[in-house]
């Protein structure tokens, strides 16, 4: 089992930044893949970022590159995501997860571990 605790959301305005944190629990950190996922009012959960267990590879919806940036940290158990320029239909609630998947998937099935998720609001 591994446990995934996100924090770091908020509200904020249009063009403006924050870095979302998850620290996990558990099993071994580095034997997963993690992402981040969001899900707005009404909406299907949707692919934002991945990281592969080393770090060394990222991968991002096209609606968030260039934008925001995900990494990890394996000595700490964390996966952040720092989200710059930030637009209103960036609002979501956003969750990580972890996914035994070799590389950056991006499917909800590949991932196994689920964080309650963490509220992001851009204001217009």
């Known amino acids: 089992q591994v446990q995934l605790v996100e924090s770091g959301g908020g509200l904020v305005q249009a063009g403006g930044s924050l870095r979302l944190s998850c620290v996990a629990s558990g099993r071994t950190f580095s034997d997963y893949a993690l992402g981040w996922f969001r899900q707005a009012p009404g909406k299907e959960r949707e692919f934002v970022a991945a990281?592969?267990?080393?770090?060394?590879?990222?991968y991002y919806a096209d609606s968030v590159k260039g934008r925001f940036t995900i990494s990890r940290d394996n000595a700490k158990n964390t996966v952040y995501l720092q989200m710059n320029s930030l637009k209103p239909e960036d609002t979501a609630v956003y969750f990580c997860a972890a996914s035994p998947v070799l590389g950056t998937p991006s499917s909800t099935n590949d991932y196994n571990y689920w964080g309650q998720g963490t509220q992001v609001t851009v204001s217009s």
């Open positions: 990281i592969s267990r080393t770090g060394l590879s990222t």
